[in-house]
């Protein structure tokens, strides 16, 4: 039972374009999400957050979107950059959840070409 | 100032052997957890500790166990290996177990059950 869902394994950008990267989730008690960045041979680096009672969140070149009603959350990435190119992740906390477990998608691998 | 530092970084063990993985979190933080990521799947919680206490467990056998330290730094274990424990271990510290700290990961142990 997959709570976090990214359905697209891969995309490819130009160096420039927008990048957007998508992520569904099924579990009404999640109240934060994050995306993380992931470079082979690398832990996972916080990109940025939103709490589930905005819609928006934007820090320099990123920006996430969050439609509730919908559960669906977003990535944007304006304008991408070769060194962009990673592996990205979005992750979700429980609501009422004591500790800080995160239940991640299976990511996304983000290729920008030059 | 040391990230979130993981040993070994690579580990190679046989089906039925018991392993222990360690990692010692950023100065000052006080909760430890961990994740399972197993090769084109997003990481998986396994647990969180948090001033030597366990505060969460995932879905994990009983085979999988943890323990947190006086200085925080933290073991894994796994006894009984199977094939299928094969998969890079991350751990992730933060300054305490309220869901609005961030999470910094260590670079993880590689983890191979032949």
């Known amino acids: 039972d997959q709570q976090v869902k990214q359905n697209s394994p891969s995309l490819s950008v130009q160096e420039g374009r927008i990048s957007i990267l998508n992520c569904d989730y099924t579990n009404s008690m999640f109240d934060y999400f994050l995306w993380y960045k992931k470079y082979p041979a690398e832990g996972p680096t916080f990109l940025i957050s939103?709490?589930?009672?905005?819609d928006k969140n934007e820090d320099g070149r990123f920006t996430v979107f969050l439609n509730k009603s919908a559960k669906h959350l977003s990535l944007h990435i304006v304008p991408s950059q070769p060194g962009d190119s990673a592996v990205y992740f979005c992750?979700?906390?429980?609501?009422?959840?004591?500790?800080?477990?995160?239940?991640f998608g299976g990511g996304t691998r983000l290729m920008v070409k030059p | 100032d040391a990230g979130v530092t993981q040993s070994p970084t690579h580990l190679i063990k046989t089906r039925g052997q018991q392993v222990t993985l360690r990692c010692s979190p950023i100065s000052g933080h006080k909760s430890v957890s961990w994740y399972q990521q197993v090769l084109g799947q997003g990481p998986q919680f396994i647990f969180q500790?948090?001033?030597?206490?366990?505060?969460g467990r995932g879905n994990f056998p009983d085979r999988f166990s943890a323990r947190q330290f006086p200085n925080y730094s933290s073991e894994l274990n796994v006894n009984a290996l199977l094939l299928g424990d094969s998969a890079l271990y991350l751990c992730?510290?933060?300054?305490?177990?309220?869901?609005?700290?961030?999470?910094?990961f260590g670079s993880g142990t590689r983890l191979t059950v032949v």
């Open positions: 939103i709490s589930s009672i905005k």
């Open positions: 992730a510290s933060s300054l305490g177990q309220d869901r609005n700290y961030g999470y910094t």
């Open positions: 500790y948090y001033e030597k206490e366990e505060r």
């Open positions: 992750a979700a906390r429980t609501r009422g959840n004591a500790g800080n477990m995160l239940t």
